[in-house]
């Protein structure tokens, strides 16, 4: 199966006066086409590092990266990049934003209103278009978000704790709205989280991250057909495993 | 620490200020004398008689002791006056009538009186010779003028009214007039002496017009006094008028020393004040047709608004003072 | 509104009074100033100026030095605002300068510009700094977060300052050029007061305090406060336009 994404043995350094600050040490993983993974791990372990070098946002101090066989570039690659924190810009309606991918990626103008019109559709927006982001809900904002990653048509969609700052109901509305873009469109999905059960809801596979300098410390396949019940005893044993693993990092901080 | 030094400034500032303001309202000062206060204006030669007595030590020689105020026109000194930071001014007749006008009506108001004769003319319009060759070629030009409501602007209005001239005048400092006519930036200007001289010495401007050739012999710079001071300090002002008419004897007896003076005072070279010795004359009289006539003119120029044509003989009456004046 | 027209009327009663019961004779009475007012617009003033060619002549020096200080402070205050070491270099430089009032540069100017560029000069010295100022803090109050979403989009640092840096940075910039507008409007009266040139609100104040006629440089006054006003209004309601998106809108 083609690899989406390749890491092999990278590190991330930070030099923070004299004194060096190692965030990534020895980190090797793939993700195969069209999968889903999540990466859960202690916070400050280095998880949006990881996101910002995959996402050629930051080159590693060492080590090799590949997306798609090639070191990536975001000037050369499609990532559909969805941030923990509000990424719309506020000047912007939902349908100025939704279009800002594709005008940076250099699409028609022309057809600019009709591909993000359809986006607003996939993420449920429509009715929307011309309300400014601090007119919506904070889950419309990342529904725009969402929309905006994916009007692009990405080769590959990136997401740091896109749902950490929603709330309970709304994020596992979010969680199933996701899957089924996801089952929609076909496309790799790399969801880094700190929540467990989100993870085990959403991902064919999850790894576990040390704390830091971080690396693998697991990997878990999730064999659940989805959707997923989060109360059935798979569910919660497969749970319980990742978090066994990831309360061991916790301690040791 | 911190707290003592901030108590410690704020006794020190309350301290200071309790002193200075004791000082100010005379508290600790010694007893006031008579202090009399002269206004006078920026290089101006028609206040050489000002100078003399300054230089000469006339006020010392009358017991009188003073203090001197500069002001940029006439115009500008007068609003000093007419509130009462001035008791007496040597300024243009122009200038003296209007403050005196727009406060006739007023009990609050220092309404000038004139004391003394000044200068008589003594202004002259200069302009660059290659734009301006004769009178007709002030139409549509621009001049400049030391200021709305000087004796200049009431001089050069009036000419451009009775020759059916447009001139765009441009108001300014007087000493920024000759270095705006230097640089192309007016094209002539009409200022007291010595500026118009200035310009025509370093600048090449030719003079195209004396005030003796716009008004022969007309009054200029007179001193005044004000009315309230003059009823509260007559013997001052007998001493003030005795000194002005020393000074004024002395630059009629002897003009090389005279001039020599002027001299020290502008740091202009001797050429230039020779030049402008010869627009001007020092008189002990003044010439009170050309005071009425300014006033009038003023009337129709739109200067001075509350003063009707047919009230401008009591209103000189009450302007000069001719115990202290002749006509 | 019905408090804020019967406080207007009380003003011009106290107006009244006060000149009524003033003993100075240059404290003109409301209805001598709107005498004056009509008659300078529609005469003309000593010179034969009417207040509305005064009016537009010092309008449009200030517009003429508003244009040129946005066009400066803008783009240099973004450059500085992105290149932290430029602003650093600098700052020793425009932090004492920002200080000098454009009134102490009114000797300078008058040595050594001519006519126009003299005002649009002194107007610069009042706008180019608030704009300036603003920019650079617009510029850094810019979200590290919307950069790095551009970025992930394949933007370059051109696309970023056009479509992120910039906009983000516009309402400190607007509010840079109310407030340099406001100080341009208030130096354009100083610097027409000592220029040479016979028109500008300035300059009629100064015509009408030398003759002493109190009534008319109340209405230069006047006029300058009213245009002052209506430039602020119209700068807040192009703002209140342009910055629908924000939460809140100053009023």
Known sequence: ????????????????GSSSLEVIKDLTFDVNENEFVCIVGPSGCGKTTLLRIVSGLEPPSSGRVLVFDTPPDPRRQKFGVIFQEDSLLPWRTVLGNVKFGLE????KETEHEKIARTYIELVGLQGFENYYPHQISGGMKKRVAIARALAINPDLILMDEPFADLDAQTRSLMQRELLNVWSKLNKTVLFITH?????????QRVFVLTKRPSKVKQIINIDLPYPRARLSPPFISYRERILTAFHEELEGI | MKKSIIVLSIILIVAFGTVAGLYGTGFLSPAPKVKVRIGYLTGDLHHLALHVAVARNYFAQYGLEYELYEYINGPTLMQHFVVGELDFAYVGTPPALTARASGIS?????????IGSGNLEGSALVVNPAIIKNVGDLENKKIGTPGTGTIQDVLISTYAKNNNLTITKYPGRISDLPLQYGRGEIDGFIGWEPYPSIAAYQYNASILLTSHEIMPNHQCCVLVVSDKFLAAHPEIVDKMVAIHKASIDFINTNPAEAKQLAMNITKLPMPVIELAFSHMSFSKSVNVESIRAFLVDMIRLGIIKNIDVNQVDNFINGFINTKYVAG | MLYALSSVIIFFIFWELIALYSPSPYLPDPYSVLRAFITILTVGDVDGYTLTWHAVVSLERVLLGFAVGTATGIP?????GIKPTLKGAVTPI?????????????PLSIVLLIGLWRYIFLIWIGVFFPVLLDTIAGVKRTSITLIQMARTFGADNKKIITKIVFPSSLPEI??????GLGVGWMCIVAAEMIGGEPVGLGRLILKYANLLQIDVVIVGMITIGLIGLALNYLILLLEKRMFRWRVEIRA
């Open chain 1, 1 to 16: 199966m083609k690899k989406a994404i390749l890491l092999e043995s990278v590190s991330k350094k930070y030099e923070v």
């Open chain 1, 104 to 107: 940076l990626q250099g699409y």
């Open chain 1, 195 to 203: 929540n467990v059960e989100e993870a085990v809801f959403l991902a």
């Open chain 2, 106 to 114: 007023s009990n609050a108001t220092h309404l000038p009186v004139v």
């Open chain 3, 76 to 80: 240099i205050g973004m450059l500085l």
């Open chain 3, 94 to 106: 425009i932090e004492p300068l920002r200080f000098i009032p454009p009134i102490a540069w009114i």
């Open chain 3, 174 to 179: 607007m509010n840079g050029l109310r407030v």
